[in-house]
Nanobody, 114 residues
Framework: QVQLVESGGGLVQPGGSLRLSCAASGSIYATGWYRQAPGKQRELVATITKRGTTNYADSVKGRFTISRDNPKNTVYLQMNSLKPEDTAVYYC???????????WGQGTQVTVSS
């Protein structure tokens, strides 16, 4: 079975921090994080290759850090200096090792508000 489990979302004040985790199991690799705010399209936040090469959206560069632990098949997103505009549902994305299939986590809500 393929499984992609997210955790770590919540409610924080502006300037606060959260750490999201995405644990993958089965023949898939977690590749990065996307987010979707109400009324907006899902957008890329950060990606990471198996070797550790990273890419960030300009809006989060310098504030967010993506990392991975390959033996645990887990990807993390450390979010610092959070802003209200970061409020969204955050989704972990994964790709199949054996095919072109894509997978999404269940989504975790991040709300930044006073």
């Amino acid at each position: 079975q393929v499984q992609l489990v997210e955790s770590g979302g919540g409610l924080v004040q502006p300037g606060g921090s959260l750490r999201l985790s995405c644990a993958a199991s089965g023949s898939i690799y977690a590749t990065g994080w996307y987010r979707q705010a109400p009324g907006k399209q899902r957008e890329l936040v950060a990606t990471i290759t198996k070797r550790g090469t990273t890419n960030y959206a300009d809006s989060v560069k310098g504030r967010f850090t993506i990392s991975r632990d390959n033996p645990k098949n887990t990807v993390y997103l450390q979010m610092n200096s959070l802003k209200p505009e970061d409020t969204a549902v955050y989704y972990c994305h994964a790709q199949s090792i054996l095919s072109t299939s894509n997978y999404w986590g269940q989504g975790t809500q991040v709300t930044v508000s006073s």
